[in-house]
């Protein structure tokens, strides 16, 4: 069964925006993004609590990226701007099942969407 689904993806050019949507198939505590470019290993992007009151970037994207969520619409967002190259990569949606404040581990994470893929050309 399918509980995470992203979108949003796409090819954009070096300084775009761009805004990914997870949708879940029900309501999940913290959630939160993670992304794999090719060569590298998965790192993590920023998470959100339930309550969208806690909020935690990585360095790489932070004053860049902004992650958000609508409960009432069980969808969690992550909009990019002022994209560059080095964020190629493919962004998964994560969420927990079980209540969880947030951490940039994965293993903290026991939901995984099947991920889009994020193209920033020079």
């Known amino acids: 069964q399918v509980q995470l689904v992203e979108s949003g993806g796409g090819l954009v050019q070096t300084g775009d925006s761009l805004t990914l949507s997870c949708t879940a198939s029900?309501?999940?505590?913290?959630m939160g993004w993670f992304r794999q470019a090719p060569g590298k290993e998965r790192e993590f992007v920023a998470w959100?609590?339930?309550?969208?009151?806690?909020?935690f970037y990585a360095d790489s994207v932070k004053g860049r990226f902004t992650i958000s969520r609508d409960n009432a619409k069980n969808q969690e967002y992550l909009q990019m701007n002022r994209l560059k190259p080095d964020d190629t990569a493919i962004y998964y949606c994560?969420?927990?099942?079980?209540?969880?404040?947030?951490?940039?581990?994965?293993?903290?994470?026991?939901?995984w969407g099947q991920g889009t893929q994020v193209t920033v050309s020079s």
């Open positions: 994560v969420a927990s099942s079980r209540y969880y404040s947030g951490s940039p581990d994965p293993d903290g994470y026991d939901l």
């Open positions: 959100i609590n339930w309550t969208g009151e806690r909020t």
């Open positions: 029900v309501g999940y505590y913290a």
